[in-house]
């Protein structure tokens, strides 16, 4: 008997190797973008070089979108700032040597602030790998022990059939808690060469969860619910893993004042009150801090600036979570819960006892007023009229990147970032010329938001080229120039520490002039004019500059 299945067709050997040969003209280059598109990349960043235009040549065949910056670190930090505002990795496209050198302060600052780049270089052909000194062009030694102390991780493709494999584990790297930098090597001729491997599909780099110990949480639970005195420092952490909501809950349920560091800004609310807000930088709320029974912080390693350049020292218990092992318990002993916060902070919330404190709004109050009292002892009205008039001219969920200038400064403390991952500065690393580049990877990561970054002349001398990129993709990004001449608060530090400063004043152009060079809209403002002129430049499509002519100064320290 004949069944209709006998009947069936069966492909031929060779008619089955034609359908799963992949199309002609392939190279590794594809097989790194494939396995983009498969992880779910959409945008990359970079700049092309001789030894990358293989990977660059598949860039430009395929669908994702390519975000050219005029310098590989601006480049950097532009990628940086898009994996702070999407939480997802971000590839970064460097050529081999001095480009793949000149991205290494981008990366050191997505290192301090946990942001998931995924920086992929080209290197010298595989012959030339290992120290062998042949002469290829922008040959280093050893280029990745350049980024082997300041990324994730490093991982090396040597044949094309290692390349899914290896960007998929950089990848699940980058995105593990804590997030960070990854750095991807593939020598030129592998990105050049033609393959036979299939097109990559269905790639998976889950990162794995980092919960807490139960037993490790049961404990600080049951110390939180017991404390008279419990306070609560918020971190990065807290804004990175999405876990805002979660610590506001906590810390209603326990009556616990917060204070959130500069990375923590709009981790909770500002005007809530038990908020401290982010006033670190201050005696007053140092005293406070250490004046607490029981001291939870979450998401920061109470590093140099969360700790008042390290005069904080803690009289009570301490439960510091922190998803960083090498940040647990580096400055202060404590009860270290290795995890996620916002895990952690879901722990904590099943198992801490309601605890009634109708006292701790008033505490707060009167530190906040102590702190007040001693701003107002200082001639420091026009550096906190210009933080209203921007927070004022800001949309309340548009994104703003503060350089390393004075203005920034008052920033980590005194401006109000209104909600969770709107605020940013390279205060984690500490580099120049972090916020105008970053501004333009928001920009790409949230199209049709418009997004400020603040910066002073000498940092903006930095990220000049960058006006060109902003032009070119026609990025919503209002650039608020601090101009005081020079490096204005080296001048400052400097003169503090030496009566007098050295080689903090600089040349710098006509802001203004420049920008219009670039057909980018320009205005000169004064301090009075400020709000209304963000205002305008926000609400207009496109990029913009605003010059503020001014010589701002810092508050006067507190620490010794």
Known sequence: MTHDHDLVLRPTEAQTAAALAPPPGRTGGDLVVETLRSLGATTVFGLPGQHALGLFDAVGRSDLRLVGLRTENNAGFAADAYGRITGEAVPLLLSTGPGALMALPALAEAAAASAPVLAISSQVPVAGLGGGRRGHLHELRDQSASFRDVVKSVHTARTPSQIPSVVAEAWESALTAPHGPVWVEVPEDVLRAETFIPQVTGMDATPHELAPRPELTALAAHWLSSAERPVIIAGGGVVRSDAAGKLRQLAERLGAPVVTTFGGKGAFPWTHPLSLQSWLEDRHMTDFLEDADVLLVVGSGLGELSSNYHTFLPTGRVVQIEADLGKLESNHPALGIHADARLALQALLETVSEREDPAAPERVRLVLDDIEARLAGQDVSLERSLLTSIRSALPPRSPSFWDMTILSYWAWSAFDAKHPNTMHSAQGAGGLGYAFPAALGACVAEPGTPVLAVSGDGGAMY????????????????????????????????????????????????????????????TTTTPESLAADLKKALATPGPSVVVLPALLKMFAPTHP
Request: proline share 3%; aromatic share 10%; hydrophobic share 45%.
């Open 463 to 522: 990220s000049i080229a960058e006006l060109a990129t902003a032009r070119q993709h026609d990025l919503d990004v209002t650039w608020l120039i601090v101009d005081d001449g020079g490096y204005g608060i080296l001048r400052e530090y400097m003169t503090q520490s030496f009566g007098s400063a050295t080689a903090t004043e600089l040349t710098r152009p006509d802001f203004a002039a420049l920008a219009a060079s670039f057909d980018v809209p320009a």
